[in-house]
């Protein structure tokens, strides 16, 4: 077979392949650049420990319930202002990773796909504990005024 017949049809087909977001599997749009930069910001503000910085990406009508029925851990924007700077206060030799393994967006809503990896070492009554979570999660955003904000999933 000739190498140089295939030559134009490999190169076509590089053409037509998606473009990634780099270091991803994400397809690079507009979009998604966007809400990819608000996870990374995310993830920057948690590894610094910087409520305020993850506050400024929370929607004011952000909610969680935690996957649970049980109302007594939903978190609300009133209630994770409150409680996240003692949370994160907690928190010593944090190390956080997080990946991004899928991002869906339709119209002005998205829900990312996330596996997050975490060492740290938390203050309890009994002592300081060291731990180490791994979560495959999903976070979810809404577009307003032309700004991605986190609706659940911090």
Not at 29 to 43: F, T
Not at 76 to 99: F, N, W
């Amino acid at each position: 077979m000739n190498l140089r017949a295939l030559a134009p049809a490999v190169l076509l087909l590089a053409a037509c392949a998606a473009h990634r977001i780099p270091g991803t599997e994400i397809t690079d749009s507009e979009d998604n650049r966007a809400v990819y930069a608000v996870v990374q910001g995310y993830s920057e503000a948690l590894a610094r420990k910087d409520a305020a910085g993850l506050l400024a990406l929370a929607s004011p009508d952000y909610f969680d319930n935690a996957g649970t029925a049980d109302p007594a851990d939903d978190m609300d924007y009133a209630r994770l202002e409150r409680t996240l700077p003692a949370d994160l206060g907690k928190l010593e030799s944090l190390r956080v990773e997080v990946q991004v393994r899928n991002i869906i967006v339709e119209k002005d809503s998205a829900l990312v796909e996330l596996w997050s990896d975490g060492w740290y070492r938390i203050q309890t009554p009994q002592g300081v504990v060291p731990r180490r979570d791994q979560d495959l999660h999903r976070m979810r955003l809404v577009r307003r005024d032309g700004a991605w904000k986190i609706t659940a999933g911090m």
